[in-house]
């Protein structure tokens, strides 16, 4: 198994706090992909990064910041949580590749937030 | 904008019969199309991965069809048994990008 490690498993906080979810990877790859699962919706992108302090945008981003410092770590921050942002949210990774699509992604378990 | 569809119906099948799923999209020419297994409370796992050019592609139980002319991909599991029941997900190279686009899934409840 690809080695991520996603922290906290399960949190519950309050609407207005700050909530930080850390994802770690001991695989050296270079992307990095931030997805919260909905009922219905299926996996939806939030933010991904393409290299240390290289990031952007994806198909959900509002209410999310994202930051990587080192190659092993990725942080997905909301600054002040809402009710819709209860979900589980799992990171991913996936080598370098050309051809882009070409390369599998590869997950941790996710982080189960509820906020009240 | 991109769009794919998975049959939200979980398939209900008998222990040793072929499960099919279905994922089918639009608006969109990916150049290649991956396929995950999900269990509950864990994340999703790569199976199979098919490029645009190849028709058909097996993994042991495991095959993959991909119609670029119908937009289709299907996904089969010969001699299903229990341990196949899970959700599979399909999914899309987005703009022959690093990013995918994810289907919603499809439950497999294999019957002993």
């Known amino acids: 198994d690809a080695g991520i490690t996603q922290s906290p498993r399960h949190k519950v906080t309050e609407t207005g706090t700050p909530v930080t979810l850390r994802c770690h990877q001991t695989e050296n790859h270079r992307y990095m992909y931030w997805y919260r699962q909905d009922p219905g919706h299926g996996l939806r992108l939030i933010h991904y990064s393409y290299g240390v302090k290289d990031t952007d945008k994806g198909e959900v981003s509002d209410g999310y910041s994202v930051s990587r410092s080192k190659t092993e770590d990725f942080l997905l921050t909301l600054e002040s949580a809402t009710s819709s942002q209860t979900s589980v949210y799992f990171c991913?990774?996936?080598?370098?590749?050309?051809?882009?699509?070409?390369?599998?992604?590869?997950f941790g378990d996710g982080t189960r937030l509820s906020i009240l | 904008s991109q769009k794919i569809e998975q049959n939200s119906e979980a398939l209900n099948i008998q222990e040793g019969k072929t499960a099919t799923l279905t994922c089918n999209y639009t608006?969109?020419?990916?150049?290649?199309l991956q396929w995950y297994r999900q269990d509950p409370g864990r994340g999703p796992v790569f199976l199979l991965l098919i490029r645009e050019n190849e028709k058909e592609k097996r993994k042991e139980r495991l095959k993959v069809t991909f119609d670029t002319t119908l937009k289709q991909s299907l996904f089969h599991i010969t001699a299903s048994q229990p341990a196949d029941s899970a959700t599979y997900l399909c999914?899309?190279?987005?703009?022959?990008?690093?990013?995918?686009?994810f289907g919603s899934g499809t439950r497999l409840l294999v019957r002993p």
């Open positions: 991913a990774i996936s080598e370098s590749s050309a051809g882009g699509g070409n390369q599998p992604q590869h």
């Open positions: 999914a899309l190279d987005m703009d022959s990008s690093y990013k995918l686009i």
């Open positions: 608006n969109y020419s990916p150049a290649y």
